[in-house]
Nanobody, 118 residues
Framework: QVQLVESGGGSVQTGGSLRLSCVAS????????MAWFRQAPGEEREWVAS???????RYIDSVKGRFTISQDLAKNILFLQMNALKPNDTAMYYC????????????WGQGTQVTVSS
C-alpha cells in the first residue's frame, strides 16, 4: 500500500510562485509513475504533469514553461515548482501514483489548495 501526503499550497498573487511537495510512504520503487492532478471548483479533475524512472516527464500544455515536476528518489518526495502563477491555476492539487504498466492511478493524496488572486 502507498500513502501520499501533499503540502505547500497557499494563496499567492498573479505571477507568484509556490512549491508543492508530496511525501510517499509504503512500498515505492522504480516501477512507479508519479503525477500531479488538479481540480478547480465545478470542474473535472485534470492531469497536470507526471514523472518517473519508467515514465516520461510530461506536462499539460497550459503549464509548460511555468511548472516543473521533479522527485527526490532517495526520500520518496515528489515536487511541483509552480512559477508565473495565473488565476486559472487556482485548484486543489493532488499527488497520485501508479505502476508503469497501469493506466489508472490507484493511490491519491488528500490534496493541497492553491489559490491565485489577480
Amino acid at each position: 500500500q502507498v500513502q501520499l501526503v501533499e503540502s505547500g499550497g497557499g494563496s499567492v498573487q498573479t505571477g507568484g510562485s509556490l512549491r508543492l511537495s508530496c511525501v510517499a510512504s509504503g512500498y515505492i520503487d522504480s516501477s512507479y509513475c508519479m503525477a500531479w492532478f488538479r481540480q478547480a471548483p465545478g470542474e473535472e479533475r485534470e492531469w497536470v504533469a507526471s514523472i518517473g524512472l519508467s515514465c516520461s516527464t510530461r506536462y499539460i500544455d497550459s503549464v509548460k514553461g511555468r511548472f516543473t515536476i521533479s522527485q527526490d528518489l532517495a526520500k520518496n518526495i515528489l515536487f511541483l515548482q509552480m512559477n508565473a502563477l495565473k488565476p486559472n491555476d487556482t485548484a486543489m492539487y493532488y499527488c497520485a501514483a501508479r505502476r508503469r504498466w497501469s493506466y489508472e492511478y490507484p493511490f491519491w493524496g488528500q490534496g493541497t489548495q492553491v489559490t491565485v488572486s489577480s
